[in-house]
């Protein structure tokens, strides 16, 4: 059974802090990694475990938006973007021996293909649609990373549209589900952007640092790489809570 994804949308995060959301890629060998993308099972079972230790938990976006709406505490975000193939035999287990679910962001423009957008380093292969339905059969969240991996900030109107509007018309064909999810390709987004996500009909919106366009539509998040251990993670956290407080007092959920 699919993973719920309608959550409210959070206007009580305006009140608090944003929560703290960990952003991953792909769960496969680091060795050639340029980007800082990759972290490897056994480490991605490393830092689930920090987090359980420290009494997180690692949760869908839309699981976090709800649990935030009704005061409840000890959760983190987790997404995946880019819809890498390794999630299924990689991420997946990890993920359920500790208990977590997680959203996975895939581009439904490019089923079974690779990640093309990256000059360098090697070529990974993306979802199929077949592959995307399996994801939510197991629990997860599904959201659109857009159709292509574009730069949604350079394009003209109708690409704009086809990337969030379309993208989410392809994702309820594949899942017979709305998604309730966006996430911004590269991370940025500016107001034309967020505004035909929301016009789409998100939920939510995930960048990474969005400034001055923080919200429901462009929540904050923490890149993670293979190099992340026990203090560079706490840091990060602790970065995240002094950047991101100007919402209002509290700590993430």
Not at 86 to 94: C, N
Not at 124 to 140: D, F, K, N, S, Y
Not at 227 to 245: I, P, S, T
Request: proline share 7%.
């Amino acid at each position: 059974m699919a993973a719920d994804t309608s959550p409210p949308r959070a206007r009580t995060l305006a009140r608090r802090s944003w929560p703290w959301i960990l952003t991953y890629h792909s769960v496969s060998d680091p060795t050639d990694d340029p980007y800082g993308i990759t972290v490897s099972a056994d480490r991605l079972d490393e830092q689930l475990t920090w987090l359980r230790r420290r009494g997180l938990t690692g949760v869908s976006i839309s699981a976090l938006l709800r649990a935030r709406a009704t005061g409840q505490r000890g959760l983190v975000g987790l997404t995946f973007d880019d819809g890498y193939a390794d999630f299924l035999d990689e991420a997946l287990p990890v993920l359920r021996a500790h208990g977590c679910t997680a959203t996975v962001f895939v581009l439904p423009g490019r089923p079974g293909g690779s990640n093309t957008w990256d000059p360098l380093g090697p070529r990974r292969p993306l979802l199929t649609e077949e592959g995307i339905r399996t994801v939510a059969a197991a629990g997860m969240e599904v959201g659109s990373h857009g159709m292509l991996h574009q730069d949604l900030t350079a394009l003209p109107d109708d690409e704009l549209r086809e990337e969030t509007h379309g993208s989410r018309d392809a994702l309820r064909r594949i899942l017979r589900q709305e998604p309730a999810g966006f996430c911004y390709p590269y991370g940025t987004a500016d107001r034309r952007v967020a505004a035909s996500v929301r016009d789409a009909g998100y939920a939510y919106g995930c960048a990474l640092v969005p400034g001055s366009l923080a919200g429901p539509l462009a929540l904050p998040r923490t890149h993670v790489s293979h190099a992340d251990r026990g203090a560079r993670l706490r840091a990060k956290e602790v970065r995240h809570r002094l950047r991101h407080r100007s919402a209002g007092p509290g700590d993430a959920a």
